[in-house]
């Protein structure tokens, strides 16, 4: 059975800062490219950011490039997304998913998705 755990979310002032994680399981984790998504209220799923299965290629959205950073620990099945410099318009529910073909920003291209973590950002 496949799982993925997402972690890490939380409410955090403008300007903070926060460290996703999503632990997998079940998973041949060196075979899948890995993403990030984020749902907000009213608003459409969307891409963040996404890493290829060796960790070489990396790929972002324009609002998320240069404070966000992805990246993968092969050795223990786990993804990550670095997040900086947050506002209030990144506050939604961050979701990660695998994908063991190519990947994209379509969220259609991953097969497996974890049940999302929150994240608020509010003064």
């Known amino acids: 059975q496949v799982q993925l755990v997402e972690s890490g979310g939380g409410l955090v002032q403008p300007g903070g800062s926060l460290r996703l994680s999503c632990a997998t399981s079940?998973?041949?984790?060196?075979?899948?490219?890995m993403g990030w998504f984020r749902h907000a209220p009213g608003k459409e799923r969307e891409f963040v950011a996404r890493i290829s299965a060796g960790g070489t290629y990396k790929y972002y959205t324009d609002s998320a490039e240069g404070r966000f950073t992805i990246s993968r620990d092969n050795a223990k099945n786990t993804v990550y997304l670095q997040m900086d410099s947050l506002n209030p318009e990144d506050t939604a529910v961050y979701y990660c998913?695998?994908?063991?073909?190519?990947?994209?920003?379509?969220?259609?291209?991953?097969?497996?998705w974890g049940q999302g973590t929150q994240v608020t950002v509010a003064s």
């Open positions: 998913a695998a994908s063991g073909s190519n990947s994209s920003s379509n969220p259609e291209t991953y097969g497996y």
């Open positions: 079940g998973l041949a984790f060196t075979f899948h490219n």
